[in-house]
């Protein structure tokens, strides 16, 4: 049950992404957050805001790699996604689709 969650979970693994900070980042308690962690019942709209912020911190911290930013708002969240679109390396942009 729940084995579409496996990626994310691997993504805030791999990482290392505080689960406090995942937790303001999407606006959610930090109780919801350990329950789609640990493959239980949890509503798909929180499901989709995690799975989309883990995604876009991931992406965020690789284009700024080796810096990590500490992002607890939504409205952060966002700015940084912003800010990391518009780098680009040698002319290549990166994509978030790159991160697997």
């Given at each position: 049950m729940f084995e579409y969650r496996r990626e994310t979970i691997k993504l805030i693994n791999e990482w290392q992404i505080p689960k406090a900070m995942l937790a303001s980042?999407?606006?959610?308690?930090?109780?919801?957050?350990?329950?789609?962690?640990?493959?239980?019942?949890?509503?798909?709209?929180?499901?989709?805001?995690?799975?989309?912020?883990?995604?876009?911190?991931?992406?965020?911290?690789?284009v700024f790699s080796p810096f990590r930013f500490h992002i607890n708002t939504p409205e952060l969240l966002a700015l940084a996604m912003e800010r990391a679109s518009t780098v680009s390396f040698g002319g290549e942009k990166k994509k978030c689709s790159d991160l697997n």
């Amino acid at each position: 049950m729940f084995e579409y969650r496996r990626e994310t979970i691997k993504l805030i693994n791999e990482w290392q992404i505080p689960k406090a900070m995942l937790a303001s980042a999407c606006g959610i308690a930090c109780p919801r957050l350990s329950d789609f962690i640990q493959l239980r019942q949890c509503p798909t709209a929180k499901e989709q805001r995690i799975t989309e912020a883990v995604k876009q911190i991931a992406y965020i911290w690789s284009v700024f790699s080796p810096f990590r930013f500490h992002i607890n708002t939504p409205e952060l969240l966002a700015l940084a996604m912003e800010r990391a679109s518009t780098v680009s390396f040698g002319g290549e942009k990166k994509k978030c689709s790159d991160l697997n």
